[in-house]
Structures are given as C-alpha cells and as structure tokens.
C-alpha cells in the first residue's frame, strides 16, 4: 500500500508540477493550536483579497475546521504568486475540556469543543498528507518550540520534501524569541513576524513569493 | 552448640554438615547460629517467631537437601554453600540478635586466620573451621545489609543472562506489537479528553471525519482508485 501511495502521490506531484504555472499551489499554515495560524491567514487574504477566512480567538482550537481562501494573488517584486491558503486546525497530540473551562465555557461545550477539536486536527494530518504543496509553519515566539508535535511535523514536512516556511510569529509580545526558534529548525530559514500588527509582513509576503512561486 | 534447629531444638557444632540436608530429626531447615561465646538465653524469646517459619521452611527443605545431600564429598563443599547461605539469611530476621555476634564470633576460633586471609575483601574476621568454606563462615558471620542484598540481587541477573537474555527479546517485540496495536490513531481517554497518535493518523489513507459520543466514529473512506490499490 506504502508503495503504491507513494507512487500516487508521485504523479501527484508531477501533475502538479506541470500545471504549476495554472494552478494555484495549495499552501497549508500549519502549527500549535494558538500560534496565529488564523490570524495570519486573515491578514494574508485581507491583504490581497479584502475578504477574511475565519474567525480569529484567544482560545484554543477555534480553527477545527481547515478552511480555504482561493486564489490569492501575491505580488512581489513584479512578480504574481497565486495560491490557496489552508488555514488548518491546530496540531496536538492531547487534547482535553478541561483546557475550555478555564475560558468560561461550560461543560458540554467544552467536551463538545474538545471533540471538534480532535477531529480537526485528524483533518489537519489528512490534508498534510494529501493535499498541501507547500507548509507556512507558525511558531508563537513567545512558547518553547522544542515540542514533540513541532520536530514530528517539520519531520512529516521533510520527508516529504515540501517548501516550508518557518513563522515565529507574535513578535510583538514580551518574551518573544525569535532566535529560539531558529534555533530549534537550525535547517530553515525562520521569518519573525506579528500576524496581529502586520510587522515583518512584506519580508513574509517575499518569502513566500520566493518559497512558493 | 552454635547451631540450633529452630523446630525441635537439636543443636550442631559449628560448621556441621549434618544440619546442611535439613535437621535430621524433625526435617526442618530453620536453624538459629550461636557462637560459642554467646549466652544461652539469647534463644529463648527467638523460639516463638522462628517456629513460626518452620511450617512453610519446611515444606521447602526437599530440594535444598537434595542439593546438598553428598555431605561425604569433601569436593562437594562449594554446592552446600548456597544452600547454608540461604538458612542463616532466614536467621536474619534476629535483627536485635545479629549485630553483636560478629564481636563475639570473631575471638571464638584460633583457626580462622588462615582462611580470612585468603579472602581478598577482608570481611571474614570469623570463626572458620578446614571443614568449612569461607562463604559458609561468612553467611554466618554477619548481618547482611539491604544495600547488598540490592547489588547481590543486581550481580545476580547478569550471571543468569543467558537464559534470560533468550526470552526478553521474544518478550519486548510482543510488548512492542501489543502497544502498536493499542495506541491508535485517537484514544479517548474519556468523553472530552484525546490523545492522538500524530504519525498513525498522517499514515493512514481514510480519515476521521467525526467522532461520536460513544466511542465510534466516521471515516471518509478513500476513493475506488485507492481500494484497487490495497
């Protein structure tokens, strides 16, 4: 099956390729639940499409749903990047109620929560697999990025040998620490930004020109 | 009459083979060490406790005396020293007992020189007869301490590795399939609480579109092309 799989994704990926000039590349934000994956994703479709793609929160696993913006153009340095941005539910290997209730949420919606939230990141792995060109991995700078979940997918992403963007994002924040993050994925090159306050966003909006084009 | 049978009361000389098959009257294997030198009224508050143990001790006795049982084979000596070593660390529960005999052993015998110094570690200060090994002076001598009995239990493994080191590994591979086969790609702890298996739930082709309350969940199955594949 591993075989075969793989030689699916293969022409997958060839196809891809050959329509690469037609086809937007399909670019999966992927990270921690949160880091600023929506709020990033806000800010790139707000600022080349004028429209949002979801509801952005202070409260864990509000993205439990991948959601799509299509075809957003990205101009830099006269030259047109089009892409779909999967903004993608934040990736976990526990995920617990009790985490909610601290958010005055009550029991059931929590539970329930908590529910959606698992899926999402079942969905998340799926979509990574299947389905993404390209990885925006979102770091809040402000957390230690030495996690088990960030080493197995920046590990999934190689191996797939994806183009991967590494974000520390929330700049903006005390405590923040860029050169952690760095640290910790010595191989990629790691972009500083506040997705919040739109700090750093053109060197962003550069690289992923560069990465994604 | 430094050994005495815990269950009838027979005493034996030190170093005395007889007592190695188990007591010879009564078949008990539970014997109580008394250097010369010690009062004879140590034994009389120990007699309860120790008769205690000789129900079950003796049940035992078989196959160390059958180990043992050549007492007559003066080459034989080091097979009985497990076994002799094994009746005085059952003595050891005389804790209150023990810590003097050592004092009191060592100036019993003129002998004991010339075995104690043969041995390297210097610990057998003690009464030793020719017809008596050094372990077996040693098992008598003195209270064993819980640290050794650690590191000896710790020293005895390795020794014993070859037929241990032959099942572990049987052992850890069906430990491994069987926690493979337990950590799934999402575990419900409890109804709200999840762990998921990150590389399980990447690897596998379907995936999970909705959990239920019950337990059981949704998968959005692959499409034909990827059934003709399996």
Redesign the interface.
Same mark, same amino acid.
């Not at chain 2, 020189?113 to 003690?126: R, V």
């Given at each position: 099956?591993g075989l075969?799989?793989n030689l699916?994704d293969s022409i997958s990926r060839v196809t891809d390729g050959l329509f690469a000039a037609d086809e937007p590349k399909r670019i999966g934000i992927y990270g921690p639940p949160n880091a600023g994956k929506t709020t990033l994703a806000n800010r790139i479709a707000r600022d080349w499409t004028g429209d949002a793609v979801g509801p952005e929160s202070h409260i864990p696993h509000e993205t439990r749903r991948a959601r799509r913006k299509e075809d957003v153009e990205i101009e830099r340095n006269g030259r047109k990047v089009t892409i779909d941005i999967v903004d993608t539910p934040g990736?976990?290997?526990?995920?617990?109620?009790?985490e909610f209730l601290d958010h005055d949420m009550e029991?059931d919606d929590?539970?329930r929560r908590?529910?959606e939230a698992?899926?999402g990141?079942?969905?998340a792995?799926?979509w990574?697999?299947e389905d993404v060109d390209g990885v925006i991995y979102v770091l809040d700078s402000t957390t230690d990025p030495f996690t088990q979940?960030n080493t197995?997918?920046i590990g999934?992403i190689e191996s797939q040998d994806l183009p991967a963007l590494i974000l520390a994002n929330k700049t903006d924040l005390e405590g923040s620490d860029v050169q952690q993050i760095a640290n910790a994925f010595p191989q990629h090159e790691t972009i500083p930004l506040s997705a919040l306050e739109g700090d750093n966003m053109d060197e962003v909006y550069t690289k992923i020109a560069e990465y994604f084009g | 009459m430094p050994h005495q049978c815990t269950s009838c009361g027979r005493t034996f000389p030190d170093g005395s083979k007889e007592m190695l098959s188990g007591c010879p009257d009564c078949g008990g294997n539970k014997f109580q060490f008394k250097p010369a030198g010690a009062t004879d009224d140590a034994p009389a508050g120990q007699t309860g406790p120790a008769a205690d143990q000789t129900g079950p001790a003796a049940d035992s006795s078989g196959s160390p005396g059958g180990a043992s049982g050549s007492p007559a084979d003066p080459a034989d000596q080091s097979r009985p020293t497990p076994d002799e070593g094994s009746a005085p660390t059952a003595d050891d529960g005389d804790a209150e007992r023990r810590p003097s005999e050592p004092a009191d052993a060592t100036p019993t015998d003129p002998e004991a020189n010339a075995d104690a110094a043969a041995e390297p570690d210097g610990t057998e200060q003690i009464a030793d007869r020719s017809d008596e090994d050094t372990a077996q002076a040693s098992a008598r001598s003195e209270v064993v301490s819980p640290d050794e009995l650690d590191r000896a239990s710790q020293d005895v493994e390795p020794s014993e590795t070859p037929p241990a080191e032959a099942e572990p590994q049987p052992g850890i591979d069906a430990l491994r399939d069987e926690l493979n086969d337990q950590f799934e790609?999402?575990r419900i702890v409890s109804?709200?609480? /999840?762990?998921?298996? +990150?590389?399980e739930?990447?690897?596998r082709?379907e /995936?999970?579109?909705? +959990?239920q309350?019950d337990g059981r969940y949704v998968i959005e199955m692959p499409d034909a092309w990827?059934i003709q594949?399996?």
């Amino acid at each position: 099956m591993g075989l075969l799989t793989n030689l699916r994704d293969s022409i997958s990926r060839v196809t891809d390729g050959l329509f690469a000039a037609d086809e937007p590349k399909r670019i999966g934000i992927y990270g921690p639940p949160n880091a600023g994956k929506t709020t990033l994703a806000n800010r790139i479709a707000r600022d080349w499409t004028g429209d949002a793609v979801g509801p952005e929160s202070h409260i864990p696993h509000e993205t439990r749903r991948a959601r799509r913006k299509e075809d957003v153009e990205i101009e830099r340095n006269g030259r047109k990047v089009t892409i779909d941005i999967v903004d993608t539910p934040g990736v976990t290997t526990k995920v617990d109620y009790k985490e909610f209730l601290d958010h005055d949420m009550e029991k059931d919606d929590a539970v329930r929560r908590s529910r959606e939230a698992t899926e999402g990141v079942a969905e998340a792995m799926h979509w990574l697999r299947e389905d993404v060109d390209g990885v925006i991995y979102v770091l809040d700078s402000t957390t230690d990025p030495f996690t088990q979940v960030n080493t197995m997918l920046i590990g999934i992403i190689e191996s797939q040998d994806l183009p991967a963007l590494i974000l520390a994002n929330k700049t903006d924040l005390e405590g923040s620490d860029v050169q952690q993050i760095a640290n910790a994925f010595p191989q990629h090159e790691t972009i500083p930004l506040s997705a919040l306050e739109g700090d750093n966003m053109d060197e962003v909006y550069t690289k992923i020109a560069e990465y994604f084009g | 009459m430094p050994h005495q049978c815990t269950s009838c009361g027979r005493t034996f000389p030190d170093g005395s083979k007889e007592m190695l098959s188990g007591c010879p009257d009564c078949g008990g294997n539970k014997f109580q060490f008394k250097p010369a030198g010690a009062t004879d009224d140590a034994p009389a508050g120990q007699t309860g406790p120790a008769a205690d143990q000789t129900g079950p001790a003796a049940d035992s006795s078989g196959s160390p005396g059958g180990a043992s049982g050549s007492p007559a084979d003066p080459a034989d000596q080091s097979r009985p020293t497990p076994d002799e070593g094994s009746a005085p660390t059952a003595d050891d529960g005389d804790a209150e007992r023990r810590p003097s005999e050592p004092a009191d052993a060592t100036p019993t015998d003129p002998e004991a020189n010339a075995d104690a110094a043969a041995e390297p570690d210097g610990t057998e200060q003690i009464a030793d007869r020719s017809d008596e090994d050094t372990a077996q002076a040693s098992a008598r001598s003195e209270v064993v301490s819980p640290d050794e009995l650690d590191r000896a239990s710790q020293d005895v493994e390795p020794s014993e590795t070859p037929p241990a080191e032959a099942e572990p590994q049987p052992g850890i591979d069906a430990l491994r399939d069987e926690l493979n086969d337990q950590f799934e790609s999402i575990r419900i702890v409890s109804p709200g609480q /999840y762990e998921l298996n +990150l590389m399980e739930l990447y690897d596998r082709q379907e /995936y999970i579109i909705s +959990l239920q309350e019950d337990g059981r969940y949704v998968i959005e199955m692959p499409d034909a092309w990827g059934i003709q594949d399996e």
